[in-house]
Nanobody
Framework: QVQLVESGGGLVQAGGSLRLSCAASGRTLSSPAMGWLRQAPGKEREFVAAISWSGAITLYADSSVKGRFTISRDNAKNTVYLQMNSLKPEDTAVYYC?????????????????WGQGTQVTVSS
């Protein structure tokens, strides 16, 4: 079994920054792509960012996060990160880490194979 554990969420004021981490453990996956998705209260889960195994491919949601969020990974540590800057109240959500057994990182929820439990990010105005 594969476990994905997110950390780094919390409460931050608008304009602030947070760095989320997702540590993978358990069964070794073969070169998984990794992604971050989020779910705000009363809304469906949405894609935020994704990265390929090598890091050569990074994908971001539209203008809502591009330029403010950066995804990265350290394969030696089995960890993927999401650096979030210039946070806005609309970024408030539960952020989920996910792994996909694909070369091209997915941007759709149902193409991810493994999920973490999520970490809450709350941005106050």
């Amino acid at each position: 079994q594969v476990q994905l554990v997110e950390s780094g969420g919390g409460l931050v004021q608008a304009g602030g920054s947070l760095r989320l981490s997702c540590a993978a453990s358990g069964r070794t996956l073969s070169s998984p792509a990794m992604g971050w998705l989020r779910q705000a209260p009363g809304k469906e889960r949405e894609f935020v960012a994704a990265i390929s195994w090598s890091g050569a491919i990074t994908l971001y949601a539209d203008s809502s996060v591009k330029g403010r969020f950066t995804i990265s990974r350290d394969n030696a540590k089995n960890t993927v990160y999401l650096q979030m800057n210039s946070l806005k109240p609309e970024d408030t959500a539960v952020y989920y880490c996910a792994a996909a057994l694909r070369r091209i990182p997915p941007t759709v929820e149902n193409e991810y194979d493994y999920w973490g439990q999520g970490t809450q990010v709350t941005v106050s105005s």
